[in-house]
């Protein structure tokens, strides 16, 4: 059975990352981890989603991926 993203709705290969109400590809589960950082760190949703961006990049950067603009 494939799975796709609740979010993106691309297939997943092997296990998905599940949050508490959908199952996450790799690349969703990263925005989604920024995200919640942002939200915890306080700014409201203007710093859940700089942060998420920044998070991204970071991880893109560190695993040698281009960016997707």
């Known amino acids: ?3 796709r993203c609740d979010q ?3 297939k997943i290969r092997g296990e998905g990352h599940r949050t508490a109400t959908r199952i996450l590809c790799s690349r969703c589960n990263e925005q989604f981890e ?3 950082a942002g939200l915890i760190a306080g700014g409201g949703i203007a710093n859940a ?3 998420s ?3 991204q990049r970071v991880l893109d950067r560190t695993r040698g991926r281009k960016r997707h603009d």
């Open 53 to 55: 961006g920044w998070y």
């Open 8 to 10: 993106c709705r691309t």
């Open 49 to 51: 989603i700089s942060t």
């Open 1 to 3: 059975m494939t799975m």
């Open 34 to 36: 920024g995200q919640a």
